[in-house]
T-cell receptor, first 117, second 111 residues
Framework: GAVVSQHPSWVICKSGTSVKIECRSL??????MFWYRQFPKQSLMLMAT?????????EQGVEKDKFLINHASLTLSTLTVTSAHPEDSSFYIC?????????????FGPGTRLTVL | QQPVQSPQAVILREGEDAVINCSSS?????VHWYRQKHGEAPVFLMI?????EQKGHEKISASFNEKKQQSSLYLTASQLSYSGTYFC????????????FGKGTRLSVIA
């Protein structure tokens, strides 16, 4: 149980294009999902908290107009990197917290490696 | 506030033990431990709630001292498969708040 999937697992795009990353909880419902980015050999940095049916909460320094988050259902959150630039290249990981879970566990997706040329 | 992990890196031979520490300057409700292998997402190991609980997962166990605001992860009789980067994630309260992760401890187990 507690499986989170991400799609795509990797993407290479040209500078200026937009990229959408999907995060799905496969066997549980998640009112809350989180989006992180991770640079090589660094920790996971929280970008935003995605809540089903409401606006995402972004961390300080994260541009909400550049990183669009939509949490349309209890099993799906999407992150769209708009007008991507080489500095946006990173490993993007989502995590989901089971609704009604007793211990606030978070389960991570396999990540999406974005390379912007 | 980001928790502080120590050591930053450790190299072990198979069968040796290791301890990884995670300290916070703020009061904690829970500590979560994850292991991440290169190029992969973090894998959940265990969660510890305030109350000084100690939990185990095979030969990996952890403790949580809420007074000291710190947690320790114990790896006994390490195996090659234990190699990876270990992260602790902390929660200040029981609300639906995101985890704040430490910088990680890189563990290498060699034959």
């Amino acid at each position: 149980g507690a499986v989170v999937s991400q799609h795509p697992s990797w993407v290479i795009c040209k500078s200026g294009t937009s990229v959408k990353i999907e995060c799905r909880s496969l066997d549980f419902q998640a009112t809350t999902m989180f989006w992180y980015r991770q640079f090589p050999k660094q920790s996971l940095m929280l970008m935003a908290t995605s809540n089903e049916g409401s606006k995402a909460t972004y961390e300080q320094g994260v541009e909400k107009d550049k990183f669009l988050i939509n949490h349309a259902s209890l099993t799906l959150s999407t992150l769209t990197v708009t007008s991507a630039h080489p500095e946006d290249s990173s490993f993007y990981i989502c995590s989901a917290r089971p609704s009604g879970g007793a211990f606030n566990e978070q389960f991570f997706g396999p990540g999406t490696r974005l390379t912007v040329l | 506030q980001q928790p502080v992990q120590s050591p930053q890196a450790v190299i072990l031979r198979e069968g040796e033990d290791a301890v990884i520490n995670c300290s916070s300057s703020k009061a904690l409700y829970s500590v979560h431990w994850y292991r991440q292998k290169h190029g992969e997402a973090p894998v959940f190991l265990m969660i510890l709630l305030k109350g000084g609980e100690q939990k185990g997962h095979e030969k990996i166990s952890a403790s949580f001292n809420e007074k000291k605001q710190q947690s320790s992860l114990y790896l006994t009789a390490s195996q090659l498969s234990y190699s990876g980067t270990y992260f602790c994630g902390t929660e200040p309260n029981s609300g639906n708040t995101p985890l704040v992760f430490g910088k990680g401890t890189r563990l290498s187990v060699i034959a």
